[in-house]
């Protein structure tokens, strides 16, 4: 029993290369999705912003602020 666990151990169920090569589909396969989930992002962005654009047009306010949606912060001056 002892040998068996050892040759076991020894040999793996899965050969070097096609392991590599599993290794490198799943590396390819992450790419993909954050590219996907950038695209996503930036359409998205770009949907806010031109809404946000679009509002401020609407109206007749000339103060008219653009919140970004990260930091928090405003496109607006402060008057002293």
């Given at each position: 029993?002892?040998m068996?666990d050892?040759?076991?151990?020894?040999?793996?169920?899965?050969?070097k290369?096609?392991?590599?090569?599993?290794?490198?589909?799943?590396?390819?396969?992450?790419?993909?999705?954050?590219?996907?989930?950038?695209?996503?992002?930036?359409?998205?962005?770009?949907r806010?912003?031109?809404?946000?654009?679009?509002?401020?047009?609407?109206?007749?306010n000339?103060?008219?602020?653009?919140?970004?949606p990260?930091?928090?912060?405003?496109?607006?001056?402060?008057?002293?």
């Amino acid at each position: 029993m002892l040998m068996n666990d050892v040759v076991d151990w020894l040999i793996p169920d899965i050969p070097k290369d096609i392991s590599l090569q599993i290794h490198k589909e799943k590396i390819l396969l992450v790419d993909l999705f954050m590219k996907e989930e950038q695209g996503k992002i930036r359409f998205l962005e770009r949907r806010v912003s031109a809404g946000a654009k679009e509002n401020c047009s609407r109206s007749n306010n000339n103060n008219c602020t653009k919140a970004h949606p990260r930091s928090g912060h405003t496109n607006s001056t402060k008057s002293v």
